[in-house]
């Protein structure tokens, strides 16, 4: 049985370690939203189970179904990830937090082929949950370092 993941980050190290876990994420565009009322920008992802690997039910590797939300999120900008189209798929590599006037800054969610979103916050706050759903997948995200 797996346990679910569930991480918080108020700081630059609490979102590496977010980070570290949703990478190689992938998500749809349709699976993003800014919530300008409740000032949230929320996620769904497929995250890869890398704290899993080497356990999988059959010998492969596990994928879950994981939510990402931010709060205190003033705006959000995206850079090469067309909106209109919802059925596009993003593949998450790394979120960075860079702080301009403490504790305000700017949350960076990097995506393959150079797609990114900007996210600028009062304060880090962010939330990773399991949603549960576990499934095996015979695929494992692998990086040409050269």
């Not at 980070?19 to 992802?45: E, G, H, N, W």
């Not at 916050?121 to 759903?133: F, K, P, Y």
Request: one cysteine or more.
């Amino acid at each position: 049985m797996t346990k679910d993941l569930r991480l918080a980050a108020e700081d630059e190290a609490d979102l590496q370690v977010i980070s570290a876990a949703l990478q190689d994420a992938v998500c749809q565009v349709r699976d993003l939203a800014f919530l300008p009322s409740t000032r949230r920008f929320a996620m769904v992802l497929n995250r890869f189970r890398w704290e899993g690997e080497g356990r999988a039910r059959g010998h492969g590797h596990e994928r879950v179904r994981a939510g990402l939300h931010f709060e205190n999120v003033t705006a959000v900008r995206a850079r090469h990830i067309a909106q209109d189209k919802p059925e596009g798929v993003l593949n998450l590599l790394a979120i960075r937090f860079e702080e301009l006037n403490p504790p305000s800054g700017i949350v960076t969610l990097v995506f393959s082929g150079g797609a990114e979103l900007r996210l600028e916050v009062e304060a880090l706050e962010t939330h990773l949950s399991d949603l549960g759903l576990v499934w095996e997948t015979p695929n494992k995200p692998e990086h040409d370092l050269d």
